[in-house]
């Protein structure tokens, strides 16, 4: 059977050992290939190959559920779930999405692209069919990068109070999230896999057997229980924090061994209550350069397959803003012990991976666990140090409460730096960062700023490490910059709540907010070419907003344009009108954002002028808002 002709994974059924082996290699060469031509996500999907086989040839998908931690790990799942034959799409427009959802396919039972969720997700599933009095079993794959998400521990403890609950937990150890685990529980594991009596057990136990009189291979299921029970005696600690919280334990099992894997998830599903079964993989595992360069394949941009090398840009680009980030704090911190980065297993995306390399002693990776992140970094602001908390925007949602709490209400110096604000392309849904203007510039004590470009960027850095009068936070896309000249000395911080005049004109006012500042320049040149004078305010602050600048020129111009890249709804564009209508100030004004949808995968640009956000259409927009009497269109 060729893995094109799978549709459905119960045809799963059935397969030998060899032929299962053949769909193995298949899945992982549509897999390469794939992710070698439109880019993805790489090391996770190799690494589970047959983890999922064995997994769904013991289960009855037609009933059975499993739920996927993140998801990016279940590219497998999808090729044998009816996507084979659109799996070239992967992660474009229209095309099978990077993660799992309930939309695209009926076996994708509960979609994330955050961590740590899908042990709570399957505990409520089994609740549910055990209230209902129904029959079919639910199991949860969980990394163990995701499994030091405090959501997960959350779960655990949970599903462990409930003994008559039937959930299997399958935990992928491959001893990474996207970065090296850190921590203690990742720690526990790595003493569990790598003790040396279990695997002295688990490499010599059949040859040594083999070798007694009168025995030979007669003994073959004896061997296995005699082996898991000698695990038990020959390392005592062996999952005995998951026993004591409830569960049984069964591992750490071989997760590229088909046979051991189909006969160890048959052995747990005989088990009654929470079941864990702990399997050992090797992340990119089947592709050489990805099993040695774990971090960098995690997620590749299209590469040559042979060489593992990114396929070069046809023209150079500007730095990326996350690199500009990661220069600039660097700098600032070789000369101030006092600063200190803070990640949530994102050392690389976000850039502090060189701060880790540069001045070890002031970073921190405390794993998925951005909720501990911020209160981390409160606890440090609270004795003087400079904690910078660098965490993409839609992490960030998952320690809003942190933020409140811990951080603005008691009005810490704490620097949030929020990498991937906006629209953030094929990850979809899940990590558009277009809610952080919203959700930030509602909390007393918080000041929102957000760079126009790479050097203004630097600027903000400065301003955010040198702020002491409570919490600051700063937004910026994902990607390049436009490739403005960097400040190397001179560095001053901004002051706060003020904004710049970038171009004058007396028909609209058009106030853009970092990202969308250079297209708002675009907009105003294109109204000029239809004898159209637009004033262009950079704003860099949502809050405060520099009122003392808006708010005359909106007065004497009549007309406003806000432009951002995050949700209209309390918004950015709120802001001003909310601050125009304190002031009495009864002007029309024309927000131009996000409005309220979801935005699917895409490329950026693709979803920007699906949402009108490119600057002819902007312009076009403003014309029809304020000069429809105009009869030329603005192309």
Not at 347 to 353: F, I, V, Y
Not at 459 to 484: E, F, L, W
Not at 572 to 580: I, N, P, Q
């Amino acid at each position: 059977m060729h893995l094109s002709e799978i549709t459905h994974p119960n045809q799963l059924h059935g397969l030998s050992i060899r032929q299962l082996q053949q769909i193995a290699r298949q899945i992982r060469e549509k897999h390469l290939q794939t992710v070698a031509t439109s880019g993805g996500h790489l090391g996770p999907g190799l690494g589970v190959v047959e983890l999922t086989l064995a997994l769904y040839q013991t289960l009855d998908l037609d009933r059975d559920k499993v739920i996927w931690d993140v998801g990016h790990q279940a590219y497998p799942h999808k090729l044998i779930t009816g996507r084979y034959s659109r799996f070239h799409t992967l992660r474009q427009k229209d095309g099978v999405a990077g993660y799992l959802k309930r939309c695209e396919n009926k076996f994708d039972h509960f979609g994330a692209g955050h961590a740590s969720t899908s042990i709570s997700a399957g505990l409520g599933m089994a609740l549910a069919r055990d209230l209902k009095g129904e029959k079919f079993k639910v199991v949860a794959v969980i990394g163990d990068g995701a499994l030091t998400g405090g959501m997960a521990l959350e779960a655990i403890n949970h599903a462990g109070h409930l003994p008559k609950t039937n959930l299997l937990i399958v935990l992928n150890d491959n001893e990474m999230s996207i970065s090296p685990n850190v921590g203690a529980i990742s720690r526990h594991l790595n003493k569990m896999r790598l003790s040396p009596p279990m695997q002295f057990i688990s490499d010599n136990l059949k040859e040594q057997v083999k070798q007694l009189p009168f025995v030979g291979d007669s003994l073959s299921p004896e061997l296995g229980r005699l082996k898991e029970g000698m695990k038990r005696l020959a390392v005592p600690k062996v999952g005995a924090v998951f026993e004591e919280l409830g569960f049984t334990y069964i591992g750490p099992v071989d997760g590229h061994n088909l046979e051991e894997l189909i006969a160890t998830f048959e052995q747990a599903h005989q088990h009654a209550g929470p079941v864990l079964v702990h399997v050992a993989t090797i992340k990119g595992k089947g592709y050489e350069i990805a099993e040695k360069d774990q971090v960098g394949y995690h997620a590749q941009s299209p590469f040559n397959v042979a060489t593992g090398k990114a396929i070069p840009s046809s023209k150079p680009k500007p730095p990326g803003y996350s690199k500009v980030f990661a220069h600039t704090l660097v700098k600032l911190a070789e000369n101030n012990p006092k600063i200190v980065g803070i990640t949530a297993a994102m050392a690389t995306g976000t850039g502090l991976d060189k701060l880790q390399v540069k001045l070890p002693q002031q970073y921190i990776d405390v794993g998925i666990a951005e909720q501990h992140a911020v209160t981390l970094a409160a606890g440090l602001a609270c004795e003087g140090m400079r904690p910078v908390v660098a965490i993409y925007s839609t992490f960030l949602q998952r320690a809003y409460d942190q933020v409140i709490h811990d951080v603005c209400i008691q009005n810490l110096p704490v620097f949030f730096c929020m990498d991937r604000a906006g629209i953030v392309g094929a990850d979809g849904p899940t990590h558009q960062g277009m809610y952080d203007i919203a959700y930030f510039r509602c909390l007393p004590n918080m000041v929102l700023m957000a760079p126009k470009d790479e050097a203004e960027l630097q600027q903000m850095v400065i301003t955010g490490v040198s702020y002491k009068d409570g919490p600051i936070a700063m937004r910026y896309p994902r990607g390049n910059g436009y490739g403005v000249p960097l400040m190397e000395e001179g560095w001053e911080p901004l002051p706060i709540g003020k904004g710049e005049i970038l171009r004058h004109g007396d028909d609209v006012l058009i106030v853009g907010f970092g990202s969308m500042v250079y297209p708002a320049v675009q907009v105003a040149e294109i109204l000029s070419e239809h004898g159209i004078k637009a004033t262009v305010v950079n704003a860099r602050f949502a809050k405060p907003l520099d009122t003392e600048l808006i708010l005359p020129l909106a007065q004497r111009i009549g007309r406003v344009v806000t432009l951002e890249e995050g949700c209209l709804m309390g918004g950015f564009g709120s802001a001003v009108a909310e601050a125009l209508l304190d002031a009495n100030i009864l002007v029309p004004v024309k927000r131009i954002g996000i409005p309220d949808v979801l935005v699917e995968h895409a490329e950026p640009n693709e979803s920007k002028a699906e949402l009108g956000l490119t600057s002819p259409q902007i312009a076009e927009q403003v014309r029809m808002a304020f000069f429809s009497q105009q009869l030329t269109s603005v192309k």
